[in-house]
């Protein structure tokens, strides 16, 4: 099945400067790749995907790449801000319909 | 948008006890939901998958006697946790795939306490 791996597991950045957020994939069949943001006691939204045919998306300050050769994808969140503070969650989507998450990575901006 | 609601938001239950979990889809008819649960810092960790009329697929691991699944609508899954005991206190989520093959949307989780 698929398997996703995720990292760093934390990670703490300067307001205004950037994040990046890297994943890797197991199942070579994936081919949707979404990103999620859980703030506490909350479930996952939504923030950006990318499917398997396309390499980079960019929605304002957030951006997902795409390396379907090397199976990693990546979160890059620009011009940081308080509110992007959160545990991030990247995923894949493999032959079997299912969403598998990597483990998280915790986000902490310091003003 | 897709919208999913699930209910109730936190449950306390004595041990021994049997407790339900709602996922509705609000706006959209959902043909496959999804049971996670997460225990405290740690990833979203698939418990079954539900398809609209049929059996639930459990994932490896997974009790499918402890955790019920039924899937009678194409609005309304539902997850009841029997015979709890404090170890299966967690945070259950439920996800619907939208019409549209690439859209999951989650319900906004359920904490689940057993004392």
């Known amino acids: 099945g698929e398997n996703v791996e995720q990292h760093p597991s934390t990670l703490s950045v300067q307001e205004g400067d950037s994040a990046v957020i890297k994943c890797t994939y197991s199942?070579?069949?994936?081919?949707?790749f979404p990103w999620y943001k859980q703030e506490l006691g909350k479930g996952p939204q939504l923030i950006i995907d990318?499917?398997?045919?396309?390499g980079e998306k960019k929605d304002q300050r957030i951006a997902v790449t795409l390396n379907k050769t090397a199976k990693h994808f990546s979160l890059h969140i620009t011009e940081t801000q308080p509110e992007d503070s959160a545990v991030y969650f990247c995923a894949a989507k493999g032959s079997a319909s299912k969403i598998i998450f990597g483990s998280g990575t915790r986000l902490s901006i310091r003003p | 948008g897709a919208v999913v609601s699930q209910h109730p938001s936190r449950v306390i239950c004595k041990s021994g006890t049997s407790v339900k979990i709602e996922c509705r889809s609000l706006d959209f008819q959902a043909t496959t939901m999804f049971w996670y649960r997460q225990f405290p810092k740690q990833s979203l960790m698939l418990m079954a998958t539900s398809n609209e009329g049929s059996k639930a697929t459990y994932e490896q691991g997974v009790e499918k006697d402890k955790f019920l699944i039924n899937h009678a609508s194409l609005t309304l899954s539902t997850l009841t946790v029997t015979s709890a005991h404090p170890e299966d206190s967690s945070f259950y989520i439920c996800s619907a795939r939208t019409q549209d093959y690439y859209g999951y949307t989650f319900g906004s989780g359920t904490r689940l306490t057993v004392v």
């Open positions: 199942d070579s069949a994936s081919n949707y």
């Open positions: 990318i499917r398997s045919n396309v």
